[in-house]
């Protein structure tokens, strides 16, 4: 069930990041001029994920070829979750949820496990 939402929450990142030109969504297409290069998976380091959660993060970061990747990346139980976004001073709506954020100063991804 964890996973099943995982992998939700990326597939949904992953289509907000397409770009789309003259009506098609191809990322490899000879219509994408400035395509970013591959990503290697040695840019960032991935802390606390299962080898099977590693994987699936590494290949929607691959596909979604961001321009600056992140640093590092950490699956945290709830109640540390919880302690960096505060400290963080992340604010979410009352009646909304955040199953992960970006510190984007320290270019550090938090992603609650148990969530």
């Known amino acids: ?3 099943t939402r995982m992998v939700l929450v990326f597939l949904g990142f992953a289509q907000a990041c397409w770009e789309q030109t003259k009506g098609s969504t191809n990322l ?3 219509d994408r001029r400035d395509a ?3 990503a290697a998976t040695s840019d960032y380091a991935v802390f606390g ?3 099977q959660q590693e994987a699936l993060l590494r290949h929607q970061i691959q596909t979604m ?3 600056i990747l992140p640093l590092r990346v950490f ?3 709830h109640w540390r979750y919880l302690d960096n976004a505060r400290v963080s001073h992340l ?3 009352a009646g909304y949820a955040s199953a992960m954020f970006t510190h984007l100063p320290s270019r550090t991804v938090f992603i609650d496990a148990d969530g």
């Open 91 to 93: 604010h979410v709506r």
């Open 49 to 51: 994920a299962k080898p």
């Open 65 to 67: 070829q961001p321009a």
């Open 36 to 38: 970013a290069p591959a």
């Open 28 to 30: 490899a297409g000879p």
């Open 75 to 77: 699956f945290v139980p």
């Open 1 to 3: 069930m964890k996973l």
